[in-house]
């Protein structure tokens, strides 16, 4: 749901997935509940020291948001976005 005052939409986190390469990179994908966006973060893995909870929802502007071309991915991210929402209140920690 967009927000007219600050342009900001609120997406689930879908995936999280490990970098194949040597970066040690986390990536975040949240999408939207109807699972035609997304937002993608990268969090470098730097020790085990470094906590920096990942929640279940967040607030992006509109225009950090990707178009999700495939339909079977888009289904993905709709119906795991729809099942955190339902489950979760954005600030809890997964």
């Not at 005052?5 to 990179?25: F, G, H, I, K, M």
């Not at 966006?37 to 893995?45: C, H, M």
């Not at 178009?67 to 209140?89: G, I, N």
Request: cysteine-free.
């Amino acid at each position: 749901m967009a927000s007219a005052a600050t342009d900001t939409v609120r997406v689930w986190l879908v995936e999280r997935t490990y970098s194949d390469d040597e970066q040690n990179l986390i990536i975040l994908t949240y999408a939207t509940t109807d699972g035609e966006r997304y937002f993608r973060k990268e969090r470098a893995l730097t020790s085990f020291t470094d906590v920096r909870d990942t929640t279940a929802g967040v607030d992006v502007e509109s225009d950090n948001l990707g178009a999700v071309d495939d339909p079977d991915l888009r289904e993905q991210y709709a119906a795991e976005a729809q099942r955190m929402a339902e489950v979760h209140d954005p600030d809890d920690v997964i």
